[in-house]
């Protein structure tokens, strides 16, 4: 699977994409959704847009088809350039149940990899089971750790669900 860093022309895309993927707007519901644990936007373009301009190490990488996004994986490395980040991994609900997730996931591993990156970590808000349990098939471990899902930040969504929580997984490459 060839992925590439997402241009500007893929901005509007993505953010497309992400709040279909997560939040099912659209009409488009996939295997695994945030919905009734949040409410609104998954991500705004300027919220993408800062993301991208403050964090000038990390990467927004898409798996497209023609001109078309069909999935997209955030990746940034940390302090060390050992352990990174890995979030925002959304594929296009109608293509889902198809591996292409495993797929994006897979490559967005090996990318890590390329640049040195000898392990992954990454936060599920914790109410989410199939998709922890999906990632942990995929060979993350629950670290047993948790963070505070930022209620007060109504950037990515409104909490509907009470008391969310982010776990944090990790993965050896």
């Known amino acids: ?4 860093i ?3 022309t893929d901005i509007a895309s993505v953010v497309s994409l ?3 993927a997560y939040r099912a707007t659209g009409g488009e519901t996939g295997w695994t959704t945030e ?10 373009e300027a919220t993408l847009r ?3 301009a403050t964090k000038p ?3 927004l990488l898409v798996y497209k088809s023609e001109d078309e996004v069909l999935g997209c994986v955030w990746v940034e490395p940390g302090a060390d350039g050992d352990v990174w980040y890995l979030g925002l991994l959304a594929v296009d609900p109608k293509l889902q149940n198809n591996q292409l997730g495993r797929r994006l996931l897979g490559a967005a591993e090996d990318w890590i990899r390329e640049r040195g990156g000898r392990a992954i970590k990454m936060t599920v808000i914790d109410a989410r ?8 098939r995929r060979g993350y471990v629950r ?6 899902f930022p209620s007060a930040d109504t950037r990515f969504g409104v909490p509907i669900a009470p008391n969310l929580r982010f776990e944090v997984l990790a993965k050896a490459l």
């Open 129 to 136: 089971k199939a998709l922890l349990d999906w990632y942990e």
């Open 57 to 59: 190490q990390a990467f």
């Open 18 to 20: 992400l709040n279909r």
């Open 6 to 8: 997402a241009s500007e």
């Open 1 to 4: 699977m060839q992925i590439n």
């Open 50 to 52: 800062d993301e991208i």
């Open 143 to 148: 670290t047993g750790q948790t963070e505070p």
């Open 35 to 44: 919905i009734g644990l949040l409410a609104g936007d998954r991500i705004s």
